[in-house]
């Protein structure tokens, strides 16, 4: 067995498997930990997933949307909120366009549907491990679509002391247009003949810079200024 390293190779990536049904949730865990990640947790119901998640510190939680005492997607705002490093991929029987959408919005990285193979499963865990945005085919477009559907809302009113936007280097200005075109930090780093280490500094630097907490609010922000039409 290979071990899967984390993005800076100081040891296996840690995960966390949350499903309300026990046999899912072992065999998703074993499948893992036979890939060589470190399953660090599982849990059972949202409630356990916070306490547990939040012991635990994985990389990557695989998170189901079904859950009792708390839903999915609640756990994931909760958690991801508490830590923005933390990588949620939201592993889910439905497909519906509402579901995908909300997940993506309470801060998932990724959604891939049950119907996966496990090697689909295992690739996406090791991609969403460093910050790419991993989705069953078909539903990428969908989530592209609503961020520039959301980004065609009018900006609330500027204030009169509102400071003003802070400036981003040329390179940073660049991976953001590119991460606004959805690519991923794999492809972003290939185009400008960069590290995927240097691509992720540079998200995490401009995400500093504009105070935002998630990719999510990063493509946002690029569209409401047509850096994906550049």
């Not at 939201?90 to 119907?115: P, R």
């Not at 040329?170 to 991923?184: F, H, M």
């Not at 930090?185 to 280490?197: G, M, N, T």
Request: aromatic residues 4%; hydrophobic residues 45%.
């Amino acid at each position: 067995m290979t071990e899967v390293t984390d993005v800076v190779g100081q040891g296996p990536i840690k995960v966390m498997v949350v499903d309300d049904h026990p046999m899912w949730r072992d065999a998703v865990a074993r499948d893992l930990d036979a890939s060589g990640f470190a399953v660090v947790a599982t849990a059972g119901d949202g409630e356990q997933a916070v306490r547990r998640a939040r012991a635990a510190a994985p990389d990557v939680l695989v998170l189901d949307l079904n859950l009792p005492a708390k839903p999915g997607v609640q756990v994931c705002k909760e958690l991801v909120g508490g830590n923005p490093a933390l990588r949620v991929l939201v592993l889910s029987a439905s497909g519906e366009h509402a579901d995908v959408l909300e997940a993506v919005k309470s801060g998932a990285t990724g959604y891939l549907l049950k119907s996966a193979s496990t090697e689909e499963l295992i690739d996406a865990v090791r991609r969403t491990a460093v910050g790419d945005p991993v989705f069953t085919p078909g539903l990428a477009g969908l989530v592209l679509g609503e961020y520039r559907r959301l980004a065609s809302e009018p900006a609330p009113a500027a204030g009169a002391d509102e400071p003003k936007a802070p400036q981003l280097t040329d390179r940073e200005t660049e991976v953001l247009r590119l991460v606004a075109k959805g690519l991923s930090y794999k492809q972003i780093a290939e185009r400008l003949v960069i590290s995927h280490r240097t691509v992720q500094n540079h998200v995490q630097n401009t995400l500093g810079k504009l105070q935002l907490h998630n990719r999510v609010e990063l493509v946002r922000y690029a569209i409401e200024r047509g850096l994906d039409e550049a």
